[in-house]
């Protein structure tokens, strides 16, 4: 399925909805049913951009852990685990991967 980023213009996040249309992304976001739910925490939809994001194309069907380490690798995204912060610079697969719990998923 085809990814769009989401830009809170106004916040330093970014979020992301797998849609087959950017209106179908817009309403899914809108919906909550991004895949960091932050539309339920950050519910000021007035100040967002909704692109397409190629690279994530198809990423829906990877693992948590997974999609974690393409946000880093490929997108410069900062990731905090307990006492542990991975980006671009310092990322250790090896580590990461022993740091990883679901838990930590939405906290990007």
């Not at 739910?37 to 948590?64: H, M, Q, V, W």
């Not at 542990?84 to 990461?96: A, G, T, V």
Request: some cysteine.
């Amino acid at each position: 399925m085809k990814a769009y980023l989401i830009d809170y213009l106004d916040r330093d996040f970014q979020d992301f909805v797998f849609a087959k249309t950017k209106e179908s992304a817009e309403q899914k976001f809108l919906g909550g049913k991004s895949a960091f739910g932050s539309k339920l925490k950050y519910p000021d939809e007035s100040n967002i951009r909704i692109e397409r994001c190629k690279k994530l194309d198809n990423c829906e069907k990877l693992s948590k852990l997974q999609m974690a380490e393409k946000l880093i690798t490929d997108f410069g995204w900062c990731w905090k685990t307990d006492g542990n912060e991975y980006d671009q610079i310092n990322f250790d697969k090896q580590k990461f991967e022993r740091d990883w719990d679901d838990r930590y998923w939405g906290i990007a």
